[in-house]
């Protein structure tokens, strides 16, 4: 054992005596030889950035190319399973796995070109996403994380579902943004190689035993600022024209129109969001020029979007205009003395569920962005911290005896309607369809939500009280309401589950990714970030393969 120690010591300083820019590979080369770090290659981006007036300078960026991994996992029987969901030699499982899966795609898109250049390989095309977010990283600025996976590992642990393909600090594309239409030189650069090392991996990626394998991608999951930078989109939550998949805005189709005769009902996938003379630096990706391949995700739809709005609401509403909660210390009953004593009640239930939350320690004015009463209620914390408040208020609403008014009633029925749906999407032994029973079941709970979000709005709007603001997000949820209704009528089988393309658990590796990235020395952050994440990925790996 000292033998080793010793050897792998005189290794390592025989590094110092090399120069500083060769010092992170040599050093990456004897982790691979050691069996510490899994044995990927790391190739460089090359791009001319506008350096000074008239000067262009020549930046390298180090990327994990997509064909590369999935080649390593394909060939590997302990590994592969992180795509195929079963171990390689288990052919039967995974054949019969991926064929069921494109048998229910066909349902959802029967014009993808998959069924037409893989007709016959439909049992070896892995269904794969690219997500994408900005972590914190040095001095808190933002690091962008772009990342992809298989989508046959859905509720699997981050770092046994996702793989890295780079990452990029800040000060690397940040003086560089000309606006979401205009794009950012840097990223673009970055999204485009993705989408040439896709493509490759579309073409086939050779897996052990002779097998060929095709990476299929069916869409970009992540927050809507990503989703813009992705495709330079001029549709989006900050413009005008707030949707990318309908042409709803805020002067002549209504996104706050929630009937079922709304304008924008007529306009699904009429146009693409993005300019048409400039194509998205995913164009080369099979499937990425239709808008659909632009995901909703449940999770900053829903608990971090409208539902938020909707739950700050309903707790300024009992404590404004309804008088609930009444303060036994101060007899003033002002609304800021009604929400420390609603507080109290949450912290109480919290106690009793042996629950917590992250950032929401306690209701004020500033926290629910309720300073005056002209003020629309809003908040800012984390979708965790919504779902507790959400259960919470359906406990106390339908528990606690107190006269059940109509405005009462109507808000427990969207609470009850949004949690159940969440409850479907993500609790389902199918996390990535639904057949025609949970169909009705999900058009039904969010049609809850839906209903009671615009019908407080409009009732206490008529009473002169600013609550229950729509925002775009609650018409985005809209869409998943409509996709449901459509499905219902045609008679599919089988529909796009909103849990599907849903982040709570890539928004943990955008965390893991992160925190690798604040280790790093600022100077070297990408390649550093990329090594220590292939050194931390090999051993969570082989920890889940002796488990």
Same mark, same amino acid.
């Given at each position: ?8 010591l005189?290794?390592?300083?025989s590094?110092a005596? $090399? ?12 982790? +691979?030889?050691?069996?510490?770090m899994l ?6 981006v090359?791009a ?6 008239k000067r262009?300078k020549?930046v ?6 997509i064909?590369d ?6 060939? *590997?029987? $302990?590994?592969?399973e992180?795509?195929?969901?079963? &171990?390689?030699s ?6 019969a ?12 898109? &029967?014009? =993808? +070109?998959?069924f ?7 049992a ?8 994408g977010?900005?972590? @914190?990283g ?9 990342s992809?996976? *298989?989508?046959?590992?859905v509720?699997k642990n981050?770092?046994q579902r996702?793989f890295?393909?780079?990452?990029c600090?800040? +000060?690397?594309?940040?003086k ?7 794009? =950012? ?17 579309y073409?086939?990626v050779p ?6 394998f ?23 939550h900050?413009h005008?024209e707030i949707?990318?998949?309908?042409l709803? =805005?805020?002067y002549?189709? &209504?996104?706050?129109? #929630?009937?079922?005769d ?8 009429? !146009?693409v969001?993005? =300019?048409r ?6 164009a080369?990706?099979?499937?990425a ?7 909703w995700?449940l999770?900053?739809?829903?608990p971090?979007?409208? @539902? ?6 309903v707790?300024c509403?009992m404590?404004?205009p309804l008088?609930?909660?009444?303060s !036994? ?9 009604? #929400? ?5 009640h949450f912290?109480s239930?919290?106690?009793?569920k042996?629950?917590h939350v992250?950032?929401l320690?306690e209701f004020?004015v500033e926290?629910l962005g309720?300073q ?13 911290d919504t779902?507790?408040? @959400?259960?919470w208020?359906?406990?106390?609403? *339908?528990?606690?005896?107190f ?10 029925e969207?609470l009850?309607g949004v949690?159940e ?8 032994d199918?996390r990535?369809?639904w057949?025609q029973t949970?169909?009705?079941?999900? +058009?039904?709970?969010?049609?809850a939500?839906l ?7 409009a ?8 609550l229950f ?9 809209a869409h998943?309401?409509?996709?449901l209704?459509?499905? /219902? ?14 982040? &709570?658990? /890539?928004?943990d590796?955008i ?5 690798i ?11 550093t ?5 292939? @050194? ?6 082989? !920890?889940?393969?002796?488990?």
């Amino acid at each position: 054992m000292w033998s080793k120690q010793k050897v792998v010591l005189q290794e390592l300083g025989s590094l110092a005596d $090399q120069r500083e820019g060769n010092r992170g590979r040599a050093f990456a080369s004897l982790l +691979k030889k050691r069996g510490l770090m899994l044995n990927v290659p790391v190739h460089p981006v090359s791009a001319k950035l506008p350096f000074r007036k008239k000067r262009r300078k020549k930046v390298d960026h180090p990327v994990i190319d997509i064909y590369d991994m999935a080649q390593f996992i394909l060939q *590997s029987e $302990q590994f592969s399973e992180k795509l195929l969901n079963h &171990p390689i030699s288990n052919e039967e499982d995974w054949t019969a796995a991926l064929e069921t899966f494109w048998e229910k795609w066909r349902c959802l898109e &029967p014009w =993808n +070109k998959v069924f037409e250049e893989h007709a016959n390989d439909l049992a070896h095309c892995i269904p794969c996403m690219l997500h994408g977010d900005e972590g @914190v990283g040095h001095r808190r600025k933002p690091i962008m994380q772009i990342s992809w996976g *298989s989508l046959l590992r859905v509720g699997k642990n981050s770092l046994q579902r996702m793989f890295m393909y780079t990452s990029c600090p800040h +000060k690397l594309y940040s003086k560089y943004n000309k606006g979401a239409a205009h794009g =950012n030189f840097v990223l673009d650069r970055l999204f485009k190689e993705f989408a040439k090392s896709a493509y490759k991996a579309y073409n086939g990626v050779p897996g052990k035993g002779e097998r060929t394998f095709y990476l299929v991608f069916l869409g970009v999951a992540g927050d809507h600022p990503f989703q813009t930078k992705v495709y330079r989109s001029e549709r989006g939550h900050l413009h005008l024209e707030i949707c990318p998949h309908c042409l709803a =805005n805020t002067y002549s189709v &209504p996104f706050e129109d #929630l009937s079922i005769d709304a304008l924008w009902r007529k306009t699904l996938f009429q !146009a693409v969001p993005w =300019n048409r003379h400039r194509m998205p630096p995913l164009a080369i990706m099979p499937g990425a020029l239709d808008a659909r391949f632009i995901r909703w995700d449940l999770m900053h739809m829903l608990p971090h979007g409208a @539902v938020r709005t909707f739950v700050a609401s309903v707790v300024c509403m009992m404590c404004g205009p309804l008088d609930m909660f009444e303060s !036994a210390w101060d007899a003033s009953s002002s609304k800021e003395a009604r #929400l420390e004593e609603a507080y109290s009640h949450f912290q109480s239930w919290l106690t009793a569920k042996g629950s917590h939350v992250r950032d929401l320690k306690e209701f004020t004015v500033e926290n629910l962005g309720w300073q005056q009463n002209r003020s629309f209620p809003d908040m800012t914390c984390k979708a965790a911290d919504t779902t507790l408040l @959400v259960q919470w208020l359906i406990d106390f609403i *339908s528990t606690v005896p107190f006269e059940r008014t109509w405005v009462l009633c109507t808000a427990l029925e969207g609470l009850e309607g949004v949690d159940e749906f969440c409850r479907l999407a993500y609790s389902s032994d199918d996390r990535l369809f639904w057949n025609q029973t949970k169909q009705r079941l999900g +058009k039904c709970y969010l049609g809850a939500f839906l209903r009671a979000y615009v019908e407080l709005a409009a009732y206490w709007h008529r009473a002169g009280w600013t609550l229950f603001k729509l925002v775009p997000k609650l018409h985005y949820s809209a869409h998943w309401h409509e996709d449901l209704r459509l499905s /219902l009528e045609e008679g599919n089988a089988w529909a796009l589950s909103p849990g599907a393309f849903s982040t &709570p658990i /890539l928004e943990d590796y955008i965390g893991i990714s992160s925190r690798i990235s604040r280790t790093s020395h600022p100077s070297s952050v990408a390649r550093t970030t990329i090594f220590k994440y292939l @050194v931390e990925i090999r051993k969570a790996w082989s !920890a889940d393969v002796k488990r």
